[in-house]
């Protein structure tokens, strides 16, 4: 029987920085509009939290079932390691769900936005699927796609809209650069899998491209939010401050393309992690002063 300490590490708490970040945008959004609705907000994060740890026991149930994880470079998932038993991490899964289900009920009726049920409802299916079902697409290199998707536009622009309407300009800007610097998370955390993952017959994009060409993309698409950043002050000068996470996004960005391997892609994946939460609070404060200046 797995120990508490198994079930948290199950949870991948080092994720949580990319449920967190879409609500610390999509926050500052609302307040740069001049809506001011921490409950909300706190639903928000209660979603997208909810969702994450949800995905990450889904994502360790169907790997472990299909014996994805029965060799691994990062830390033991349950199932993988036959610490917990397949039925008791797909539970753990559906109270996940469950919870995200009635939060986000809870953060529609607020706001009237009734048409976000569906949207929430797109977002489990995606979750289980990832790596769930017979054809998950997790499997055929559409991970990337998923995860700027879910994190990025949905997350980010589902937070403003509950909480104030429309989203402007700025709030798009934030929610691509929350997409992308998720899918750099997920993009070291394959790069790390390719052995594995080519071994399970898990064609992650990282699996396609090569270990060369996903190291490119990699430092790619942690330099793009930046470039953000710098483009939308010229519109808001507030939006410079997501410039502030630059040296951290520098320091991934070498390490990748020096070399960067095995178990030194895991301090990379945390930092990644990192790098988004910073990046996104820097942002989020950006937005919610954009309104003084």
Do not use: H
Not at 78 to 104: D, E, I, M
Request: proline share 5%.
């Amino acid at each position: 029987m797995a120990t508490l300490a198994q079930w948290i590490e199950g949870a991948r708490p080092r994720t949580l920085p990319t449920a967190i970040s879409p609500v610390l945008v999509g926050t500052g959004a609302a307040i740069g509009s001049g809506t001011i609705a921490p409950g909300r907000a706190l639903l928000a994060l209660v979603v997208a939290v909810s969702l994450v740890v949800a995905v990450n026991f889904a994502n360790d149930y169907s790997d472990g079932i299909r014996g994805t994880d029965d060799t691994r470079v990062g830390p033991q998932r349950l199932v993988g390691s036959k610490a917990a038993a397949p039925v008791q991490v797909r539970t753990a899964a559906f109270v996940g769900f469950a919870v995200a289900g009635l939060a986000g009920l809870t953060l529609v009726s607020l706001s009237r936005q009734w048409w976000l049920l569906g949207i929430g409802v797109l977002c489990v299916v995606g979750a289980w699927f990832y790596t769930g079902g017979k054809r998950p697409y997790g499997y055929t290199g559409l991970g990337e796609v998923a995860v700027f998707v879910f994190f990025g536009p949905i997350a980010v622009l589902g937070t403003v809209i509950t909480q104030s309407g429309a989203p402007g300009p700025l709030a798009i800007v934030g929610a691509v650069g929350v997409g992308v610097l998720t899918c750099a998370v997920l993009v070291a955390n394959n790069l790390r899998d390719i052995p594995t993952d080519e071994l399970a017959d898990k064609r992650t994009l990282a699996v396609l491209l090569g270990d060369a060409d996903t190291r490119r993309l990699y430092a790619a698409i942690v330099i793009l939010p930046f470039v953000l950043s710098l483009l939308s002050a010229l519109r808001s000068l507030p939006m410079a401050l997501g410039l502030l996470a630059l040296p951290l996004g520098i320091t991934q960005v070498r390490r990748v393309l020096g070399g960067a391997d095995g178990r030194k892609l895991i301090r990379v994946l945390r930092d990644t992690g990192i790098l988004l939460l910073v990046w996104s609070a820097a942002t989020g404060v950006g937005l919610a002063l954009g309104a003084l200046v």
